[in-house]
């Protein structure tokens, strides 16, 4: 999984004062999302985060599922978020789920009660949100804060009982309407709903909001640093109020880091839930989308993904960062990984009229040039081909060195090849073309007689593999980010083309990575390939215009 001690950021710097203090004796963290979408990449650096600090101070990480809004939350989700994890290359030492501790929490919410420092409240969602005043203006007390403790209690356990409709009633924590943090000003603590959840059926119909229950699960599981992005830093406070005043026997701390924005994509759950809901994308693992099962059904790997995010670091500010800096990442892994062979995307025939109509050889190539230890394969030849469309012009520019009526070029691994003749379709598009061969030029015979400027690849007729290839860009267009966003999305983020692959790859399994020469690194689809049809992901281009 690679060594990340060496690493230091102002978190770890955090924990080792709190080792040596001893107010820390184990280090416990946890990654805690809520199962109503799919993660995504800014989802993995937080991933990595918890579980690779919590490694390096020989510490665990739990996964819990925050599991209080029953109306969004789905098992597929939860399903999902494990095998991402895992993919990632993590493992869980608990897992939990929000809902396993809800008595407890109901128990600490009767607390509040007792305390004085909760209540039963009649209004409305609006009409809590019209008096929580503003940034500049208090708020205003509602008329059912001082409701008696008894009261409360009785109202409270007929909330529990079902007596009540969905938003009749909630329990707001009793702080002060005017404090300065919006989000001390009495937040409401549960809520009804009349839903059944995931885990717990319909035991409940009142559930705890997700600001009063994500401390008390993280004190429960004993997690020493909680850490999190910097959009929960406004409600440390009330983080710190549930634990101290729920009377917590573990004390948790909460610290938070920037969170990962990609440029080019989508980085909102909401809104990839409405491009996955609208079919604007092949579901949630659609190769286009910034989820984890997105970006592993393209073909990007774990280890790229952990690299790409240490590299990023912990920092507190957060900002885009530059899609082409994951691109990056996976060349830099592929490169040392992925086989190279050879294929067509868009074909163009070649007749060599000059090479017995019945003869196949096989030809020496590496797997691939950079790492010699991958050896060697052989690759059939013979009297017809297909080259790429792009490496031919009937009327070449001046420094174009591929292939034109009367010029010579080499084909990779193989021989010289001069086009003599151009057959064309009735519309006057070429379809063919007839050319003639050197047999003195082989690859690796140690030819000098002459040289040519222009090397190009191919792929054996007879021998050729059908291909899908699927080609991408980038999901949404470079325009601001006012209307809606399906009106930004890229009409041209994906492009279907159909061409042919060398021999050699007719058993490339679901997840095979391949680098093709001059186009890039691609993968085998798992949700569409075939044995009987091939269909190829683009992950990435060979060349990045990034600095």
Request: glycine share 6%.
């Amino acid at each position: 999984m690679g060594n990340t001690t060496n690493s230091s950021d102002f978190i770890r710097e955090i924990i080792k004062e709190d080792l040596a203090a001893g107010r820390v004796n184990q280090v416990v963290t946890r990654f805690p999302p809520e199962p109503n979408g799919y993660l995504h990449i800014g989802h993995a650096k937080s991933i990595c985060i918890n579980f690779e600090i919590a490694k390096d101070f020989n510490g665990k990480t739990n996964l819990r599922f925050d599991d209080t809004n029953p109306l969004k939350e789905d098992v597929e989700y939860v399903n999902a978020i494990k095998e991402d994890v895992a993919w990632l290359g993590f493992e869980w030492n608990g897992l939990f789920f929000a809902s396993d501790y809800f008595e407890e929490m109901y128990d600490r919410a009767v607390l509040l009660i007792k305390k004085g420092l909760a209540f039963v409240d009649d209004l409305s969602a609006e009409e809590i949100r019209q008096t929580r005043g503003s940034l500049t203006e208090p708020g205003q007390n509602s008329p059912f804060r001082d409701r008696s403790v008894e009261e409360n209690l009785d109202l409270f356990d007929r909330m529990r009982k079902g007596e009540f409709k969905d938003g009749e009633k909630v329990l707001r924590a009793k702080i002060d309407m005017a404090s300065p943090n919006i989000n001390l000003r009495d937040p409401v603590i549960y809520r009804i709903s009349h839903a059944t959840h995931h885990n717990t059926g319909d035991k409940w119909c009142i559930y705890p909001m997700y600001a009063y229950a994500h401390p008390l699960e993280d004190a429960i599981e004993g997690v020493s640093h909680s850490l999190c992005t910097l959009e929960f830093k406004d409600q440390r406070p009330l983080y710190d109020w549930v634990i101290r005043e729920c009377e917590m026997p573990h004390v948790s701390h909460q610290y938070e880091f920037g969170r990962l924005s990609l440029t080019d994509t989508i980085m909102s759950k909401r809104y990839l839930k409405k491009l996955v809901d609208e079919k604007v994308v092949d579901g949630w693992d659609d190769p286009r989308m910034p989820t984890i099962s997105g970006l592993r059904r393209r073909g990007f790997t774990p280890e790229a993904i952990r690299a790409f995010v240490r590299e990023l670091g912990v920092t507190v500010g957060g900002g885009d960062v530059d899609y082409r800096q994951l691109e990056h990442f996976i060349r830099e892994d592929l490169k040392l990984k992925a086989p190279r062979t050879m294929g067509v995307v868009r074909p163009l025939k070649v007749v060599i009229t000059n090479y017995p109509e019945d003869q196949v050889e096989m030809l020496d190539a590496e797997v691939n040039a950079e790492v010699p230890e991958m050896g060697m394969k052989q690759i059939p030849f013979s009297r017809e081909l297909y080259i790429e469309q792009d490496d031919f012009m009937e009327e070449p520019p001046a420094k174009y060195h591929r292939l034109y009526p009367g010029n010579e070029v080499r084909l990779k691994h193989a021989y010289f090849i001069k086009c003599n003749d151009v057959v064309k379709d009735e519309n006057g598009n070429v379809v063919e073309l007839h050319c003639t061969y050197d047999s003195e030029t082989k690859s690796g015979s140690g030819f000098t007689g002459r040289k040519v400027k222009g090397t190009i690849h191919w792929v054996d007729a007879k021998s050729a593999v059908p291909a899908e290839y699927r080609l991408y860009d980038s999901l949404l267009t470079g325009e601001p980010a006012d209307g809606d966003l399906i009106d930004r999305i890229n009409p041209n983020s994906l492009e279907v083309v159909h061409g042919y692959v060398a021999a050699d790859l007719k058993d490339a399994k679901a997840q095979d990575k391949f680098q093709f020469f001059r186009h890039g690194y691609f993968n085998v689809d798992p949700k569409h390939s075939t044995d009987e049809k091939k269909v190829f992901n683009l992950i990435v281009s060979l060349k990045s215009s990034f600095k």
